[in-house]
């Protein structure tokens, strides 16, 4: 029965010990009820209390209020004005009297009023004592906006936050101590005004009791560089910066030594800028790692792993891009290329260069810039203007389209010779240029249409003809938008081909059913065929006539003859021949059985 009673004697004291309101129920007369010159006051639109008075005057409202040892007192408010030192507010936190203008005990904010300054003061009957002012917080704006949180511990240290946007993420402005006891009984508003500011006042999200808490640790929102030494970490609320350092925070994985310093932006506590060391140039990826960040309420962060590319452009100077591939007589179902490649290691904007070709005659030339979006071409990464992208991606094998533009007026290219040259904007240097004529195919190609030139190595000079070769067969006569089918190689000791088994069983039972054929060692031109015989030397199969293909081609046999039925068990031979460009002959001879499950 005891126990019973205390709960009866304390309830109430639960009941008043808390106030939340954000007016939404659309009233501020009750849940809970303000008291005071409510005629002056109304609930408007946005379910704020907002002053709806007239003239000049000081106007009041108040809601019971119980502090207690441990409490927080939380509030949003807009002055749509500058204040002055007749047009201010105060936030009653706690008053020991329902009437606001008269002597009193309390503690109340101020916002405005002379210095247009928020600061928090003790009232002792009509003594106004100064204890804590808000630093860089001003209310001189023609519209001001804050949100203010206020907690005081059981050892009756101050907490000061606010957000001066009037949001949610508060930054701390400092602390003071004060264990004097706090007055119960009333939370309050107070405005003084003139007459053009009579409507001026809007208040809203009251909150008053015990502290609520922060038990969520931020999170990384976006990652990645800001400007060419920065990079720019934001998280989903402020973080403290009173541990921040850029050795126990921060870790460039493969590149350690980049960062230079680590520091919170002052306008926005949620960002962190690292400062690095790098030739501004270069281009690099790494992964960012960072660990023992905290929020101001001591939540850690988990630690976190951001995968970063620096890159800022570069100038284009000459050799930094070079033309790569070129398709200057299309097949009916395919399109004129010219393909692009940085071999830099910096990263270079398309709209920076243009593209010159010849036309009709010597005299006669094209210009188009490469990318008028101002695109971004990456080191080692492929760039590709076509006449129609449509009929290029139907007519060969394109893996990333998207490195396939279409400009308004693709450069205009000769079909039997001419040239293709990269031009910088700013200063007219050549950056690259390539000659091209039907006679740099391969000699034994009967038809040309639709077979593109290729670049052998991006480091040989575009003008040396011995640097570009006809595209192989295999690749499908073109290779726009990725590497090319032929590059440079050492001749070696000429063709190879690796089996992926000594057998094949092609019996559909999902085990050796194909067989699989590797080329390796091909010098650009090479002329390849594969053939299968018995052991009395019979031709059974053709696997490839003699083509044109590109290093580590790969052929699939599936045991049948030139019939098209599968071949008996047995041993068979493969057979290889190739000759390259420079007249070197080359054959091998492997062994594969064809077994069958009896």
């Not at 190609?445 to 003809?465: C, F, W």
Request: proline content about 5%; overall charge negative; aromatic content about 12%.
């Amino acid at each position: 029965m005891k126990f019973l009673l205390y709960w009866i004697i304390l309830l109430p004291f639960a009941l008043t010990a808390q106030v939340k309101d954000d007016f939404a129920d659309g009233n501020f007369t009750s849940d809970p009820a303000w008291t005071g010159d409510t005629s002056s006051f109304i609930v408007n639109s946005q379910f704020q209390l907002q002053l709806n008075s007239s003239g000049s005057d000081t106007t009041c409202l108040v809601t019971q209020n119980m502090t207690t040892p441990e409490m927080e007192c939380s509030f949003w408010i807009k002055m749509s004005f500058n204040s002055s030192l007749n047009n201010y507010a105060r936030v009653y936190l706690c008053s020991d009297s329902r009437d606001l203008r008269g002597a009193l005990n309390g503690i109340y904010i101020q916002l405005g009023g002379t210095g247009d300054s928020i600061i928090i003061y003790r009232q002792n009957g009509k003594v106004h004592t100064p204890l804590f002012k808000f630093p860089f917080l001003r209310t001189n704006k023609s519209t001001n906006i804050f949100r203010i949180k206020i907690c005081r511990d059981s050892a009756g240290t101050w907490d000061l936050y606010a957000d001066s946007t009037g949001g949610k993420r508060f930054s701390r402005y400092g602390s003071f101590p004060d264990k004097q006891t706090a007055p119960t009984a009333w939370l309050g508003v107070y405005c003084r005004y003139t007459s053009s500011n009579s409507t001026a006042f809007c208040f809203d999200d009251f909150y008053s009791g015990l502290i609520i808490r922060d038990t969520i640790p931020p999170a990384v929102i976006s990652a990645g560089f800001s400007d060419s030494l920065t990079i720019s970490i934001k998280f989903n609320e402020f973080i403290d910066s009173t541990s921040l350092d850029k050795g126990s925070n921060f870790t460039l994985k493969n590149n350690p030594e980049k960062i230079q310093e680590a520091y919170i932006l002052k306008t926005d506590p949620s960002i962190i800028f690292i400062k690095i060391n790098t030739n501004e140039n270069k281009f690099f990826c790494d992964t960012l790692i960072t660990r023992n960040i905290s929020d101001l309420s001591g939540n850690f962060v988990t630690d976190t792993s951001v995968y970063l590319c620096y890159y800022i452009p570069g100038p284009c100077q000459r050799g930094d891009l070079v033309i790569n591939e070129v398709l200057f007589h299309p097949d009916a179902s395919g399109s004129r290329f010219i393909e692009f490649y940085n071999r830099s290691s910096k990263v270079i904007r398309l709209n920076t260069v243009s593209v010159r070709t010849s036309v009709n005659s010597e005299t006669a030339f094209h210009y188009e810039i490469l990318s008028k979006t101002g695109r971004l071409l990456l080191p080692e990464d492929f760039y590709v203007i076509t006449a129609d992208s449509a009929k290029l991606c139907s007519r060969y094998n394109i893996p990333d389209p998207d490195k396939i533009s279409e400009p308004a007026d693709f450069p205009g290219m000769k079909t039997d010779s001419g040239f293709v040259e990269i031009i910088s904007n700013t200063d007219s240097v050549l950056i690259d240029a390539m000659s091209y004529s039907q006679s740099m195919h391969l000699p034994f190609l009967i038809n040309t249409e639709g077979v593109s030139l290729e670049r052998l190595d991006p480091q040989i000079p575009s003008d040396y003809r011995a640097n570009w070769q006809s595209a192989s067969e295999t690749s499908g006569f073109a290779s726009p938008g990725y590497e090319n089918s032929h590059y440079a190689i050492e001749p070696g000791n000429g063709t190879d081909i690796q089996l992926s088994s000594s057998i094949i069983s092609p019996d559909n039972d999902g085990k050796d059913d194909f067989l699989y054929i590797k080329v390796n060692t091909v010098e650009p031109g090479t002329l390849f065929s594969l053939r299968v015989f018995d052991l009395k030397g019979n031709l059974v199969k053709t696997i490839t006539s003699p083509s044109i293909i590109s290093e580590n081609s790969i052929f699939i046999w599936d045991g049948t003859g030139d019939s098209n039925l599968i071949l008996p068990m047995g041993y068979y031979l493969i057979f290889s021949e190739s000759i390259s460009v420079s007249g070197k002959h080359s054959s091998v001879k492997k062994a594969i059985v064809i077994a069958q499950k009896l």
